[in-house]
């Protein structure tokens, strides 16, 4: 009998975040296609108050920065989704907090104590929304049916809409958050910016 340690088993999406992290863009587009709705889903009690689909990019391009980050490593099962949720809930609240709603109950998350809170940023959300207006032709496209109904539509019919495969509308989606985050870092806003 083998005395070695049991060896953690990688959930698909720690598997896909490596290799995110390797620099697989289409890694990136599968492993963002596995969290969005679970993170979508964690703003439901701010809908009302806040831009949730706004929230939800500016999360997921921050995770892509992080991703191509080397010194900020994330460790543990579904490391990825979790900091993603976190990530989502404090842009979130900054939000509410800016919009002065202290008001709204929010129930305390699981993940509040596995992922710490990021440093508010009140112009990132700006920035972001910029540089997404900056995108054209079929990146343009790709980005504004994802955010319209990317939370109720799966890719594979987001893509059908735009005649396109599934894998190419993902490389599309991909492509677009790095030339968003391309325009972010040419306003000053790198990587260690977006990963806080």
């Known amino acids: 009998m083998s005395s070695d340690p049991p060896r953690t088993v990688l959930t698909d999406i720690d598997a896909l975040w490596r290799m995110a992290c390797d ?4 890694a990136f587009g599968d492993w ?7 993170v979508r889903r964690s703003l439901a009690r701010f809908a009302t108050v806040v831009d949730a689909e706004a929230v939800v990019q500016e999360a997921l391009t921050r995770m892509w920065l992080l991703s191509q980050d080397p010194v900020r490593p994330l460790a543990g099962r579904n ?20 919009r002065k709603r202290h008001e ?6 699981i993940e509040d104590e596995l992922v710490p809170p990021p440093e508010p940023d009140p112009l990132l959300m700006q920035r972001i929304r910029e540089c997404v207006g900056k995108l054209s032709g079929q990146l ?11 939370h109720v539509w799966p890719d594979a019919r987001l893509a059908g809409l735009l005649q396109m495969t599934k894998n190419t509308f993902l490389q599309n989606v991909t492509r677009a958050r790095r030339q968003v985050a391309m325009c972010l870092e040419g306003l000053g806003i790198g990587a260690e910016d977006l990963a806080r």
């Open 23 to 26: 620099g697989n863009t289409e």
């Open 32 to 38: 963002t296609g596995r969290v969005e709705r679970p």
């Open 79 to 98: 490391a990825s989704l979790r900091w993603a949720l976190g990530v989502a809930r404090n842009l979130a609240m900054n939000e509410v907090r800016k």
């Open 104 to 109: 709204v109950l929010l129930e305390p998350l």
């Open 140 to 150: 343009a496209r790709v980005m504004e049916l994802r955010v319209q109904v990317g």
